[in-house]
């Protein structure tokens, strides 16, 4: 059998315990509680039983349903993971508590963290009989005012002291602290794209369950291929670039690469092609049209036109060419002209 569960439940770091000895020490001889009804886990006879091997089991059971959650909230504990569990579980438990302060942890700071209506420092008397009156609305106080009184002043005239004397929090270093926000950052990513690449198979496996021939299986592997993912992306950022030129320097452009010239079929064409020689897009001859790789729209759209085709020529994916060829009954490859016309 446990021991009985604790009227009120002091949640500190185990590194304020000089201050936690004396807050204590006002309690049991300020407001009159029993010292058997505080759990204070780092002071003797007020902590863990002996004998009593599950630690967090005990504690679990002793913060059910206290009538006081003291929190006594200052830089060591926020630095303490376990101490931000116990708060934790104060929130969640919806338990009826009382923040206190520490210097130099300002309420700023706290409040900044924690939604918090009722918050004071531990230095302030008039907080300090806040907290005289929870402890006596929740276990009631037979103590008279004036013992109250002069227990409060004789612990504030030692605080300081005792302030003084708590060791500060371990402190991060910059660089590690930006590495493991960086870290975080990464580990995030990651999870995030693996969250989307469940997303995408469990769409890939709904449609594949849906086909009804061999042929709906090669669109649907093809749609989720990254392949024809890089493909769409490189065959639009060709067609932008080449948008920006005139069409007959486009013309121009696809004829160079068999290492041909352009020769405009008609007056129309013609007209088009002096319209481009005259922005300098492209030079004219008896032979015909060339693009003019000096000009930058021209340069930029050649190198979009040659990245597609990079990819193309070096792609060992043979499901996305059989499915390509099926789909469109011409070839993947930048110099076929029905490819160009219609993706390019």
Not at 57 to 70: C, F, M, R, T, W
Not at 150 to 163: C, E, Q, V, W, Y
Not at 172 to 177: A, H, I, P, Q
Not at 250 to 256: G, S, T
């Amino acid at each position: 059998m446990p021991p009985p569960s604790k009227k009120i439940f002091l949640s500190h770091s185990s590194k304020d315990e000089p201050l936690v000895d004396k807050l204590t020490d006002l309690l049991t001889t300020g407001c009159g509680v029993r010292a058997d009804e505080i759990l204070v886990t780092t002071l003797p006879g007020k902590g863990i039983p002996a004998g009593y091997d599950n630690y967090i089991e005990y504690l679990k059971q002793q913060i059910q349903k206290p009538a006081l959650v003291i929190l006594l909230l200052s830089e060591n504990y926020f630095a303490s993971q376990f101490c931000l569990c116990e708060l934790g579980a104060t929130w969640a438990l919806s338990l009826p508590n009382f923040p206190i302060v520490v210097p130099p942890l300002k309420k700023s700071e706290v409040k900044a963290t924690l939604a918090v209506t009722q918050l004071g420092i531990i230095s302030d008397s008039d907080y300090l009989d806040e907290l005289r009156d929870r402890v006596k609305t929740q276990l009631g106080d037979t103590l008279p005012t004036a013992t109250w009184n002069t227990k409060r002043d004789a612990f504030l005239g030692r605080l300081p002291r005792i302030l003084k004397s708590l060791p500060s929090p371990e402190m991060v270093r910059r660089t590690e602290l930006k590495e493991a926000q960086a870290q975080y950052q990464s580990a995030l990513k990651e999870i995030q794209n693996k969250d989307e690449q469940i997303e995408t198979l469990n769409a890939k496996i709904s449609e594949l369950e849906e086909c009804k021939d061999s042929t709906d299986v090669k669109k649907v592997r093809r749609k989720y291929s990254s392949s024809d993912e890089e493909f769409e992306k490189l065959c639009h950022d060709a067609k932008r670039a080449l948008s920006k030129v005139a069409s007959a320097t486009a013309e121009a452009i696809y004829w160079d690469r068999r290492g041909e010239r352009y020769v405009p079929a008609d007056q129309s064409e013609w007209t088009d092609a002096h319209e481009a020689e005259a922005i300098q897009e492209i030079s004219v001859d008896e032979r015909g049209c060339e693009p003019d790789s000096a000009h930058p729209r021209v340069n930029k759209a050649q190198d979009a036109v040659n990245n597609l085709d990079d990819f193309l020529s070096k792609l060992k994916d043979h499901t996305f060419f059989e499915a390509f060829e099926e789909e469109h009954q011409f070839p993947a490859t930048v110099s076929n002209k029905e490819f160009w016309d219609k993706f390019l």
